[in-house]
């Protein structure tokens, strides 16, 4: 069976980036339709990546912080058993609940969803194989391209999902393996080998450059390896993997460590070392959209429109972080393209965040980042050990550093490692996009105890610096 219909716009893919774009053109009057292969809409954060990994992050921690941290407070826990088969059972519940919550939304903006694979048959035209046989032709003024990204894989280390895993297999070990080892020290590989440490797993990090997570400020990557290494993760670095056999109980690998070679036996690998842009499934070349030749992603420009005039991309598929803040926020802006009202991101402030234990936050620049630039900079940190909020919870791990211009002390850059930092950030986001100083938060008044106030002592400490 064939069905054609006409839209102002036909949007590929339903994560982030997609169901943001969607909701938006509805608002803005477009008549919008979803096309979305996977059974539930959401995209990689809600069905395989943001949501089910912090689920986990918060489940392995409360049963890290009652093994380890409950006695201080002077609460006594028995016979403490974990139960995998229910901490996995509520992550999925939680993962069902949203996805649900995003087939309403885009519902309620009258937005259509067509379960199926799409392809890009013109600069007007998307045909649909649907998951149920029946095929869609879908002529349109505009087409949104936001089909994400999948995890990269390394030669003689492909995927199985059994003994060498992507994070989507990550998320769902039936058991804490024995010795999980993890080749990529970034985001997935922190939060997923915080996740399966705190279960019982023996990890160790195997990163090829000198430090974990690269694109953080030094001082802070240095406190968040030092904070996981104290709670049991190894780190290999300037190691690589270049050889990998299956044996019977696992993965052996022979890694290379500067120009030391050595073999080491996992029960599971978990390859987290980036992602790729979703590009070449979508019949682009035929059509002319071009994209990076060595890298997939679509190339876009600033209005987000791609080589093809009608045809825009947001996401993961675009260069950038492939964050699911950013996405959203590229599939609303190119939407608002397309209607020609004024959409401007301003990618400098966007904040980047780490789920791990510490958490890790950050926006603007790093102090490595001003010294290479040549600007004039002062910066200055506050721990919080020195927050009384954070003595009261015992959570005194970590520290806030604020990094501002030296003549006209505008904040450049915010970098905080600690408890809860991810919902500090906001903060200091709001002060940047303000323009404001970092005196502005000095005399800002902070409640009391909050673990804020160690973005305001920090603000303070720097005030003293630049006064001086
Ligand atoms: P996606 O979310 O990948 O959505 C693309 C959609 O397109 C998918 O649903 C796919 O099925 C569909 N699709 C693809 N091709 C076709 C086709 N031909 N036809 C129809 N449909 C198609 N980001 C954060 O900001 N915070 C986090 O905490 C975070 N945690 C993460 C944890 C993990 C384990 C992973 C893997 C990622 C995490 N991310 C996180 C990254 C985040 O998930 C992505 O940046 C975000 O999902 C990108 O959104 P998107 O809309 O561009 O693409
Ligand atoms: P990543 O880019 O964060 O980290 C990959 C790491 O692997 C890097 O440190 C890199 O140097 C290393 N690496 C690459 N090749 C290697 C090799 N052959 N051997 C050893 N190390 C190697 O990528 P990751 O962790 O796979 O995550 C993908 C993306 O998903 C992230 O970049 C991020 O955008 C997103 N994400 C975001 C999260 C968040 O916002 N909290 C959480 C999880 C994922």
Redesign the pocket.
């Known amino acids: 069976m064939t069905e054609e219909k006409s839209f102002d716009l036909v949007i590929?893919?339903?994560?982030?980036?997609?169901?943001s774009a969607a909701v938006r053109a509805s608002q803005l009057g477009l008549k919008a339709v979803c096309?979305?292969?996977?059974r539930n809409?959401?995209?990689?954060?809600?069905?395989?990546?943001?949501i089910?990994?912090?689920a986990l992050l918060y489940s392995s921690e409360l049963y890290s912080i009652t093994r380890q941290n409950l006695s201080l407070h002077g609460i006594l826990v028995g016979d403490l058993k974990l139960d995998l088969d229910v901490m996995m059972a509520r992550k999925d519940k939680v993962v069902s609940e949203l996805t649900a919550q995003v087939k309403k939304l885009l519902e309620a903006n009258r937005v259509g969803i067509i379960h199926?694979?799409?392809?890009v048959k013109g600069e007007n035209r998307v045909e649909?194989k649907g998951n149920d046989g029946t095929k869609h032709i879908l002529n349109s003024r505009f087409i949104l391209l936001?089909?994400?990204?999948i995890?990269s894989s390394i030669q003689g280390l492909e995927f199985d999902e059994k003994k060498i895993v992507s994070?989507?297999g990550a998320?769902k070990f039936s058991e804490a393996p024995r010795r999980l080892g993890i080749i990529g020290g970034g985001?997935?590989g922190l939060?997923?080998g915080s996740v399966w440490q705190r279960l019982g797993s023996e990890v160790t990090v195997i990163e090829m450059l000198p430090q974990i997570a690269s694109g953080l400020d030094g001082q802070i990557g240095r406190a968040l390896k030092r904070a996981l290494g104290k709670q049991g993760i190894s780190f290999l670095l300037k190691t690589r993997v270049t050889h990998a056999d299956k044996t019977q109980k696992g993965v052996k690998l022979t890694i290379v460590t500067e120009d030391k070679e050595e073999t080491r036996e996992f029960d599971k690998v978990l390859v987290a070392v980036g992602?790729k842009p979703?590009s070449n499934?979508?019949g682009l070349e035929e059509t002319g959209v071009k994209t990076d030749r060595e890298t997939g992603h679509v190339i876009i420009g600033p209005d987000f429109r791609t080589s093809v005039a009608s045809i825009y991309a947001?996401?993961?598929?675009v260069h950038g972080p492939?964050?699911?803040?950013?996405?959203?926020a590229e599939?609303k802006a190119a939407v608002e393209a397309m209607a020609g009202t004024f959409s401007d991101i301003n990618y400098d402030t966007m904040p980047h965040?780490i789920?791990t234990s510490p958490e890790v936050a950050a926006a603007g620049i790093t102090e490595e980042q001003a010294k290479e630039r040549k600007i004039p900079y002062a910066a200055a940190s506050y721990p919080f050990s020195g927050n009384g909020r954070a003595r009261c919870t015992e959570q005194t791990e970590g520290l806030v550093k604020i990094i501002s211009h030296s003549r006209t002390d505008r904040i450049l850059g915010v970098h905080m490692i600690g408890h809860g930092v991810s919902e500090i950030i906001p903060e200091a986001v709001l002060a940047m996009e303000s323009g404001a100083s970092s005196e502005d938060i000095a005399r800002i008044i902070h409640g009391h105890p909050t673990f804020s106030e160690t973005l305001m002592e920090a603000a303070a400490a720097l005030q003293r610096l630049i006064k001086k």
Do not use: F
């Not at 199926?116 to 392809?119: D, L, N, R, V």
């Not at 936001?146 to 990204?149: E, H, I, L, Y």
């Not at 492939?322 to 959203?328: E, I, N, T």
């Open positions: 590929i893919g339903a994560g982030p980036g997609g169901y096309v979305e292969k996977h809409p959401g995209g990689t954060c809600l069905n395989v990546g943001c089910p990994s912090k199926g694979t799409a392809t649909v936001a089909t994400g990204s995890p994070s989507t998320l985001y997935i939060e997923l992602r979703l499934e979508l947001a996401g993961d598929l492939m964050l699911a803040h950013k996405a959203s599939g965040i789920y």
